[in-house]
């Protein structure tokens, strides 16, 4: 299996997810800044989209969705309990989370990202994604992660997206419960892992 991930980006995600799972996986870096990957191959070539995550399983098969490569590698693992079993009302509660991070969240820092985008639409984007997060440190009262007690892929993705509060300058302070639950996240084994693997932290 390969993992073409852009450091820090969103594949961080799934490069978290693979090392909960404890799968066997190539992690195979494709900046998206210069869409090039080490060996000078084209990286429009492997992905036509050009972006990252992009999941290719040995079998010729590919994924290149967060939501769904995240969940295609719990499935993979399931005594790791990283996403209820399929079927169930706690799978598609996962699933939820995994929409409201990735519209509600992860597309809304995109105009933060882009130097183009004009400094009353960064505001605004701000201001938006404050009210968004302040809602997510509501639902995290009482609770270690978002389903509960038990890691899954969707606090590996919620983790990915708020660690672009700091580059994108939104201060997240004053939510304590969020703040917290970075804390837990930070410190599995397998995020550290994997914020190492991208050259996040030493």
């Not at 985008?117 to 701000?126: C, L, P, Y």
Request: proline share 6%.
């Amino acid at each position: 299996m390969k993992l073409y991930y852009s450091p820090g980006a969103c594949s961080l995600s799934p490069h978290i997810a693979l090392f909960e799972a404890g799968l066997s996986f190539q992690a195979l870096k494709a900046p998206t800044k210069t869409h090039q990957l080490d060996d000078g191959t084209d990286y429009y070539t492997i992905n036509p989209l050009g972006y990252v995550p992009f999941l290719a399983l040995d079998d010729g098969k590919t994924l290149h969705e967060g939501p769904a490569i995240v969940q295609y590698i719990a499935d993979q693992a399931p005594e790791k309990n990283l996403a209820p079993a399929n079927g169930t009302w706690e799978r598609y509660k996962l699933q939820e989370w995994l929409n409201v991070i990735g519209t509600e969240l992860h597309k809304n820092f995109s105009p933060l990202f882009n130097p183009a985008t004009a400094d009353d639409a960064k505001a605004a984007a701000k201001t938006k994604l404050l009210a968004r997060l302040t809602w997510v440190d509501s639902q995290l009262a009482g609770k270690q992660y978002l389903m509960g007690d038990t890691f899954t892929v969707a606090d590996g993705y919620l983790f990915t997206v708020t660690n672009w509060t700091t580059p994108t300058g939104l201060d997240i302070s004053g939510l304590a419960n969020l703040v917290a639950y970075r804390g837990r996240v930070a410190a599995r084994p397998a995020v550290q892992a994997a914020m190492k693997a991208e050259g996040l932290i030493k």
